[in-house]
C-alpha cells in the first residue's frame, strides 16, 4: 500500500527589485531548525494547496492576500522518501512590499533576500532544490 503524501503549500513573493520573501526558521523549529525556506505549511485535512497558501501566508507573515498568487511548481521532490512521500505546490506573486509589511508569526525572521545571496544560505532540502529552479524560469523573469 502507498502512503498518502504530506501535502505542503508555500508561498513566494518577488518584491520590486525581485528578491524573494524567504523565512529563517528558529531553533525551535520541529523540521529543519536555523534553515532557511519557503513560507508555508501542511494543508490541512478537507483544505485544498491554494486556499492553504494564502492561509499559510497569513499567519506566517500577516499578509492578508487575497487573490494573485499563480501555481509554479505542483509535484515531488527528488529524495523525497518513498515511505513518508511529501507533496508540494509552490504559489507565487509580484508584490510592492518591504520587509516592514511583515509581521513575523513564526520562525526568526521573515525577510526579502537578494537572489544572489540564496546560494550562502543554509537551506531546507526544499528551498535546496526549489529556488535555484525558480531563479532560472520564466515566471521568476516576469515577477521582477
Known sequence: MTPEAVRLATVVL???R????LQ????HAPIAPDKWGLVG?????????EPAAYRELAEETGLLWQSGLALWFDGTLPGTSPSEPEHHQVWVAA?????DD??????RQ???VD????????LTEAASYLLPRLLESQEYARLR
Do not use: K, N
Not at 24 to 27: A, I, L, T
Not at 95 to 99: E, G, I, K, R, V
Open 14 to 16: 518577488v518584491d520590486t
Open 18 to 21: 525581485g528578491w524573494l520573501l
Open 24 to 27: 529563517e526558521r528558529d531553533e
Open 41 to 49: 505549511g501542511h494543508v490541512d485535512p478537507g483544505e485544498d494547496f
Open 95 to 99: 508584490a510592492d512590499l518591504s520587509d
Open 102 to 107: 511583515i509581521v513575523v508569526g513564526e520562525g
Open 110 to 112: 521573515i525577510v526579502f
Open 115 to 122: 537572489p544572489a545571496r540564496v546560494g550562502e544560505l543554509d
